[in-house]
């Protein structure tokens, strides 16, 4: 059973580029987030998607945008990157089914560097 | 923001010992979560308990969670060297999995 997947792993853009990163969930579930986590920091949260659609968000710019597919797989788009924007991206997923709090599991992470 | 501070930030064992890390929050919560991160890796999920329990084993892990002090620890028993790694708690707040994490504690066990 395939966890969370994430790419790609390592990636270098340039000030003012734009940037997508992927997200396939653990299979069988349903929602997906995304964190940023700058070094030495905890992870951010950016916003979360569930049912194709955003259901929550941090505070996070307009620059930061994603989108959640059918089959539950999700992309974070990054527009007029900063230098600022440097981190590792995080994509969580979870099965949501209205219980009180469920496991949620993390992929490896997309490292950016903005130069 | 973070939702909470581990305490403390860095702690250095030898192997054998017991690793105590401790995590305070701010709000009330519906869940809490413990994770650790090996550097410049991902999150591996470690232990979730909710508001209504108070302790959870597993394996060497025990956590503890006292919603009265609106605080949690993670003890780990017999810490080997492949336990070094960075411990971070997380918070749920309702049955939306958002997560607000701490700062983390760095925990560096030698021989």
């Known amino acids: 059973d395939a966890g969370v997947t994430q790419s790609p792993t390592h990636l270098i853009k340039t000030r003012g580029q734009q940037v997508t990163l992927r997200c396939s969930p653990k299979?069988?579930?349903?929602?997906v987030s995304w964190y940023q986590q700058a070094l030495g920091q905890g992870p951010q949260f950016i916003f979360q998607?569930?049912?194709?659609?955003?259901?929550q968000r941090g505070n996070f710019p307009d620059r930061f945008s994603g989108h959640q597919f059918p089959n539950y797989s999700s992309e974070l788009n990054v527009n007029a990157l900063l230098l600022g924007d440097s981190a590792l991206y995080l994509c969580a997923s979870s099965w949501d089914r209205g219980r009180s709090g469920n496991t949620i599991y993390f992929g490896e992470g997309s490292w950016l560097t903005v130069v | 923001s973070q939702q909470g501070e581990e305490d403390p930030q860095a702690l250095s064992i030898q192997e054998g010992e017991n690793a105590t890390m401790n995590c305070s929050y701010k709000?009330?919560?519906?869940?809490l979560q413990w994770y650790r991160q090996n550097s410049g890796r991902g999150l591996v999920h470690l232990i979730l308990i909710r508001s209504n329990e108070r302790e959870k084993h597993s394996g060497r892990l025990r956590v503890t969670l006292d919603t009265s002090k609106k605080s949690s620890s993670l003890l780990i028993t017999a810490s080997r060297a492949a336990d070094t790694a960075s411990y971070f708690c997380a918070t749920g707040t309702g049955t939306a999995s958002k997560l607000t994490f701490g700062t983390g504690t760095r925990l560096q066990v030698t021989l």
């Open positions: 998607y569930y049912e194709e659609e955003e259901r």
């Open positions: 709000t009330s919560i519906n869940n």
């Open positions: 299979s069988g579930h349903d929602t």
